[in-house]
């Protein structure tokens, strides 16, 4: 009984220190190519990003929290690294990434595109309903 009650401490203790995982919540993107706001959530272990809002001056598109705004998946954390995430485009295709946590604050989103290095500094957003008042 003792090491059964001491099994479900350990899972339950586990559980919740992924639910707190410090990359899960709103992040915003602002550089010389978009801006943007997407949400990182956790399931199963794995963690999955779903935009909320994106505009790169050509198209601006308001998430709906729809199946189809998850563009960020199968994201395994490794430390402070979290690696093997696919970030998908509309057309289908998608960049291999690989986030750093540097801080509390900023996320670091490092991808190959075109052929090249490219990497992004992602900040630690507001709650959603501020973001978009009704």
């Not at 586990?14 to 709103?26: E, L, P, T």
């Not at 990182?40 to 001056?57: A, P, Q, S």
């Not at 199946?67 to 954390?77: A, H, I, N, P």
């Not at 690696?83 to 509309?90: A, C, D, R, V």
Request: glycine share 8%; aromatic share 16%; with cysteine.
């Amino acid at each position: 009984m003792r090491l059964l009650l001491k099994f479900i401490l350990a899972i339950s203790l586990v559980s919740c220190a992924q639910k707190n995982d410090k990359i899960i919540g709103v992040w915003e993107v602002k550089n010389e190519y978009y801006q943007a706001v997407y949400e990182i959530v956790e399931y199963r272990g794995k963690f999955f990003g779903k935009i909320h809002y994106y505009n790169d001056g050509n198209l601006e598109y308001q998430g709906k929290n729809k199946k189809r705004d998850y563009f960020l998946t199968d994201v395994e954390k490794q430390g402070n690294i979290y690696n093997n995430g696919k970030m998908y485009l509309p057309d289908g295709s998608y960049y291999e990434v690989i986030f750093t946590l540097k801080d509390y604050n900023k996320l670091e989103a490092l991808m190959t595109v075109e052929g090249k290095p490219y990497k992004e500094v992602w900040t630690k957003g507001k709650v959603i309903k501020n973001i978009f008042p009704k």
